[in-house]
């Protein structure tokens, strides 16, 4: 996935996901190299997607789910 896709008519969507771990941190397409017990924080930032759904899903299924407001975008950790 990249960011700031465009959708044609919708307009355009803008997507930013960061993971981090301590000083390191890794956006889309990129790895991030802790050892299998660290913490590790996940924020997404979207835009362009009115009411639109953003899920967390991850080995072990959704562990999180936030309604996008009518303006379309926030940030979520």
Known sequence: MR???DLGCLGAVNLELTAASGTTRAGLG???AVALDAPVTVSVTVSG???????FITDEGQT???ILPATGGGTYP
């Open 3 to 5: 960011t700031g896709g």
């Open 30 to 32: 990129e790895r991030l």
């Open 49 to 55: 997607v009115p009411h639109g759904t953003v899920r």
């Open 64 to 66: 999180q789910q936030v």
